[in-house]
């Protein structure tokens, strides 16, 4: 079964891309331009990683971040891993940490070492274009 993960970015090119990689990769992918609609889309569908920039119009990643968990722990359900997506290490990202993101992700980095850091959140044993063609 395919692993759905949630991709909140509120620039479009780099939502596309974002999505468009995962896909090659046999993910499939929801997609979000911010916390809010990111939050909108939590109520109806599911998904087993969340992929998060954190300076988003509405709803900002830390507050988005911040949100999910308290719903989680209201709830009683097992934390998503979420990963965040960011220019910088900066302030945010530290804020971020503190509300348990999984892992982080600089946006200047190859985006062939995002595979493998969601690959190891999700558990994914194999995971391939031989496995999954397109």
Request: aromatic share 4%; charged share 30%.
């Amino acid at each position: 079964m395919k692993k759905t993960i949630l991709v909140v970015e509120n620039k479009t090119l780099s939502r596309t891309i974002i999505v468009r990689i995962l896909e090659f990769h046999g993910l499939h992918c929801i997609a979000a331009e911010n916390g809010q609609q990111a939050l909108e889309l939590l109520t109806i569908s599911h998904c087993d990683l969340i992929l998060t920039d954190l300076r988003m119009p509405v709803v900002d990643g830390v507050e988005f971040i911040k949100i999910v968990r308290k719903r989680e722990k209201l709830i009683g359900n097992k934390p998503i891993p979420i990963v965040v997506l960011s220019a910088e290490r900066g302030d945010m990202v530290n804020v971020a940490k503190e509300y348990g993101i999984s892992d982080c992700f600089v946006k200047s980095a190859p985006f062939d070492k995002l595979v493998p850091k969601l690959k190891r959140l999700l558990g994914e044993i194999v995971w391939d274009r031989q496995r999954h063609p397109h």
